[in-house]
């Protein structure tokens, strides 16, 4: 270690690793395979005081600067060759208050640390679908999964957050305090500063849900597709109905002959009473024939892991995302085409729900202004050869332009890969120039731009 990043040691309660320590490879790893970057420096922070200190020695010795959740971003912004990265592994503390109903977690938790330790008091807020992604980014780019028709987003959740400014200063971003600044991290990314801790509101949930999978032929695809959007339009908003498209995993509850076979499959999630939800969703299985089905109570943590083993580390992923208001046939007709041509056998196509709670919030509340999308989808194409990058790649962005007259305004920051940056202002639509305003007030020099950028 030189005798700058001896000095850095001595500033900083975590560790400072440069290359060539034994723990520099493993740290420096990240969800996506496809980046591979090497950092100068990584500050692994103990607190939030370590913050500043490396924000001051990155500008001091002309370094860039990434910040690193759970590292699990799809355009890879956690990491940059030659640069400083912030790494909050070390700091994935939460603190429950259940009589208030309200978490204080630090931005190195996952969705697994997150919902376990809320999932003690009977309590959860919407998160993700994935126990490894972090509640750093999926917050600050919106963030919803199953409780977000009936709850809102996770920003519609966010009471408040700790905030690092470009200048070092620690400022408290709430509703009261710093109004503009809260705005515009509720949706604006990492634009305006490094997130040490946030505050969520919680509410009752499970600790026991109705959850499952309906797993069709995909032959079926049209009839299912054409049925759920009707489903869609009148269920309550304590049911959550999502459409996956993807070869079929080995699920002991399908025949061995489906395995590897291509599946329409409805993901079903019901927050409510559990008898009640067994009538809700009986008539899903009139949609088509089903190859199987596995459905029933279960807690609410075991359902957020459901999907972890088909989006584990260490894979090479790339992926293209629409906002829709409605899903017409074009949409479904597209869908069918290109689920029927998957370029790899871990590739899938997914439809979100989202209609209820979130498109009731104003578009001009906060940074995300998407309020009118009742569904998202995700063309996910994922390999494991750098070989295959052409062909799941172009699979994907030929996917993305044919759905892309019938998509809705807006996008998900979070879906969007890091050639993408011609889409922020589109993403952001009317909110942009705002956000353009308060990303000069707080970060006038562009300090965090390795992101999907809001420049001053």
């Not at 208050?97 to 919407?126: C, I, M, N, S, W």
Request: hydrophobic share 40%.
């Amino acid at each position: 270690m030189n005798h700058l990043n001896e000095q850095l040691s001595n500033l900083v309660q975590g560790r400072v690793i440069v290359p060539g320590d034994p723990s520099y490879d493993e740290t420096r790893q990240i969800w996506n395979a496809m980046i591979d970057r090497r950092p100068a420096v990584i500050v692994e922070c103990a607190n939030a005081s370590d913050v500043p200190v490396a924000l001051t020695y990155a500008r001091d010795n002309n370094l860039e600067i990434t910040v690193r959740g759970a590292g699990h971003n799809i355009a890879g912004s956690a990491i940059c060759d030659n640069g400083l990265m912030i790494d909050f592994s070390k700091m994935n503390h939460v603190r429950v208050d259940p009589e208030k109903r309200r978490a204080y977690v630090e931005p190195g938790t996952t969705l697994g640390d997150f919902d376990a330790a809320v999932q003690q008091h009977g309590l959860a807020t919407p998160v993700g679908i994935n126990s490894t992604t972090g509640i750093a980014g999926l917050t600050l780019g919106g963030g919803f999964g199953w409780l977000t028709r009936k709850y809102g987003m996770t920003i519609d959740n966010l009471i408040s957050a700790q905030v690092v400014t470009a200048d070092g200063s620690q400022l408290t971003a709430s509703e009261t305090e710093n109004p503009d600044l809260f705005w515009a991290i509720r949706g604006g990314g990492g634009n305006f500063g490094v997130i040490t801790e946030f505050e969520f509101r919680l509410h009752p949930v499970g600790p026991e849900i109705l959850a499952g999978l309906m797993v069709f032929p995909f032959e079926q695809a049209k009839q299912v597709l054409t049925q759920y959007r009707k489903f869609t339009e009148n269920a309550p908003e304590d049911l959550n109905v999502w459409a996956v498209m993807r070869q079929a995993p080995p699920l002991p509850f399908l025949p061995e002959a489906v395995h590897g076979k291509e599946v329409i499959v409805l993901a079903v999630f019901y927050v409510g009473d559990i008898k009640e939800g067994e009538k809700l969703i009986a008539p899903l299985r009139d949609f088509g024939n089903a190859h199987g089905e596995h459905i029933g109570a279960q807690p609410y943590s075991d359902w957020q892991q459901a999907f972890d083993p088909l989006l584990t580390a260490g894979q090479r992923n790339y992926w293209k995302s629409h906002n829709f208001s409605e899903l017409c046939d074009d949409t479904l007709d597209q869908l069918i085409n290109f689920a029927g041509k998957l370029p790899t056998s871990q590739c899938e196509i997914f439809i979100g729900q989202l209609a209820g709670a979130s498109n009731r919030v104003p578009a001009s509340a906060m940074a995300y202004s998407s309020r009118d999308a009742k569904f998202v989808l995700n063309v996910h194409a994922r390999w494991e050869h750098q070989s295959e990058d052409e062909k799941a790649i172009s699979w994907a962005r030929a996917f993305f332009k044919a759905t892309t007259p019938f998509a809705s305004s807006g996008a998900y920051v979070n879906f969007m890969t890091a050639e993408e940056g011609d889409r922020v202002s589109a993403a952001y639509d009317t909110n942009y120039q705002r956000l353009v305003e308060i990303k000069r007030k707080y970060d006038p020099d562009n300090l965090f731009h390795l992101n999907q950028n809001i420049k001053p």
